[in-house]
């Protein structure tokens, strides 16, 4: 008789756990809402049907939370202070003078991990290896072949290392984020005051539809070059190829570098094309200053030191190239 007073019960229990977890629905319920919008735009309901049924396929929230837990602790830091000349001292008899200007800000290092002897010569042979190719980007772009290489290196080590993420995965998830419950339980939420914890759902809601838009962008890259969506590797938060572009970046600026007819950022030619695509639509040119091809490599990636990196390594090639020249 215990038993069966109990029943109702757990039955009440078991129903509030299916609404409050929605990792305890069925798959197809947990990513419908997302399934629905991305037919709505286009997509055929079949194709995506079949995407989202697979094994592969599984909502990880933490893809969300990390780059969320990322950007409060940028939001909550304190900025740096700004370094100030001291005034010059004044002479006898002189009224104070005005205070100095702010010192300029010192450049910034590089990342000295891939100023490695080894990871250098590798950059060389691969620079040797691709010369034709090189030379035709070069041509066709105006973007010196160090600098592509450079940035190919930084990026994957000259496709050694593309990534553990799962593009397809990362993004839907992070996609389907839009409903802030689905990752509120992997975010410090006690710990916020009530501004920081209204920032945090709205800026999830919009990080959660530009992860859409990349979605949407590369599944339909996807579709165009052939590759099955859940087989493409890719960063945390779904850069792909051997250039790492997002998706966005794929269908926009992405080249036929070697005329097989599609486009293919993972083969060193059309990677290495759409590379020099992107930084001459940006403003590239031959001869820039030091100072201007770091503002210009800030648009592929917004690191002072990332772009600093790569002008140093670009340098270094050119040198060695310069010197096996003689």
């Not at 960063?235 to 992405?254: D, E």
Request: net charge neutral; proline share 9%.
């Amino acid at each position: 008789m215990r038993l069966m007073r109990l029943l109702p019960c757990v039955a009440a229990l078991a129903a509030l756990v299916a609404v409050a977890s929605p990792l305890s629905a069925t798959k197809g319920d947990v990513w419908r809402p997302l399934m629905e919008r991305l037919v709505e735009d286009g997509l055929p309901g079949d194709y995506v049907e079949r995407l989202f049924a697979r094994s592969e396929v599984s909502f990880q929230p933490r893809v969300m939370a990390r780059k969320m837990i990322s950007l409060l602790r940028i939001k909550t830091a304190e900025p740096p202070p700004q370094p100030v000349a001291p005034p010059p001292p004044s002479r006898a008899g002189e009224a104070p003078r005005e205070p100095a200007k702010p010192a300029p800000p010192p450049r910034p290092k590089v990342y000295e991990r891939y100023m490695q002897p080894a990871l250098l010569a590798n950059a060389q042979r691969f620079m040797e290896d691709h010369t034709d190719v090189l030379q035709a980007a070069e041509n066709e772009r105006g973007v010196e072949r160090e600098v592509l290489v450079a940035i190919m290196l930084v990026e994957t080590r000259l496709g050694s290392y593309l990534g553990k993420g799962n593009a397809f995965v990362n993004l839907a998830s992070m996609a389907l984020a839009e409903d802030f419950l689905l990752v509120q339980a992997y975010l410090p939420m006690n710990s916020l005051t009530p501004d920081l914890r209204q920032w945090l759902v709205r800026r999830t809601l919009q990080k959660a539809n530009w992860a859409y838009e990349e979605l949407l962008a590369f599944i339909s890259f996807a579709m165009a070059s052939g590759l099955d969506p859940l087989n493409v590797p890719s960063s945390p938060y779904g850069a792909i190829g051997l250039c790492q572009f997002m998706p966005s970046n794929a269908v926009r600026f992405g080249v036929d570098g070697d005329g097989d007819g599609t486009v293919d950022l993972f083969s060193p030619a059309d990677a290495l094309h759409s590379i020099a695509n992107y930084l001459a639509f940006h403003g590239w040119r031959p001869g820039l200053s030091e100072e201007r091809q770091e503002r210009l490599i800030m648009h592929y990636n917004r690191d002072s030191r990332y772009a600093r990196t790569v002008v140093v390594i670009a340098q270094h090639l050119a040198k060695a190239r310069a010197a096996r020249q003689g």
